[in-house]
């Protein structure tokens, strides 16, 4: 499996993390790009240090895991051509800056490039927001994005799998993110 991750300033870098971990263990080829923002926010979420380097917040967040990162203007890579054969799309987390101008068809760098491209070519995009509470204008992008295609999985976990603790919640977002590009992760299921 093909998959193209996007890290956008919206808070939920747990969320990236964990899902980079995922496909790491399910052994998909990753692509991940990350915005100046996104790593402003990975290297203080989770590292507690916003004057980390990119290249040591991008070294800790794939440790263990074999993935290549794209820069953010990186214009060849294989995630900015509808003739690259991918099997998903994720941007997560999704800021809303990220949801405007992708649905006014801007394309400003690789992320909202290869979302672009994954919404012509008609495959598998899944937007994960954290922003709350939302606009009209948030409503209208994630209304036109949904229209054309996309998924709009919000980090909101459940709370009736019986969770102990934040990396629960934490894994119940993650792994409903799974289920949809089709990678089983064993996740509790309603009823269960």
């Not at 948030?138 to 054309?148: S, V």
């Not at 459940?158 to 949809?180: K, N, T």
Request: charged share 20%; hydrophobic share 45%; glycine share 10%.
């Amino acid at each position: 499996m093909r998959v193209f991750l996007g890290i956008t300033g919206a808070s939920g870098a747990p969320y990236a993390s964990r899902l980079i971990e995922e496909l790491g263990a399910a052994g998909a080829e990753l692509g991940i790009c990350i915005s100046r923002s996104g790593y402003e926010v990975l290297a203080t979420e989770l590292y507690r240090d916003p004057s980390l380097p990119r290249d040591e917040i991008a070294a800790r967040l794939l440790d263990g895991v074999d993935a290549r990162v794209f820069a953010e203007n990186d214009w060849k890579a294989p995630y900015a051509s509808g003739s690259a054969q991918v099997d998903a799309y994720v941007i997560c987390p999704c800021s809303m800056s990220t949801v405007g101008t992708i649905a006014t068809g801007a394309m400003a760098n690789l992320i909202h490039r290869a979302a672009s491209v994954a919404i012509k070519e008609e495959r598998k995009l899944i937007l994960v927001p954290r922003e709350t509470p939302l606009s009209l204008i948030h409503l209208q992008g994630l209304t036109t994005l949904r229209q054309a295609g996309a998924t709009i999985l919000f980090a909101a976990p459940g709370f009736y799998h019986g969770w102990d603790s934040v990396d629960d919640l934490i894994e119940f977002v993650v792994a409903r993110l799974l289920d949809h590009i089709g990678v089983d992760v064993g996740a509790k299921r309603w009823g269960q």
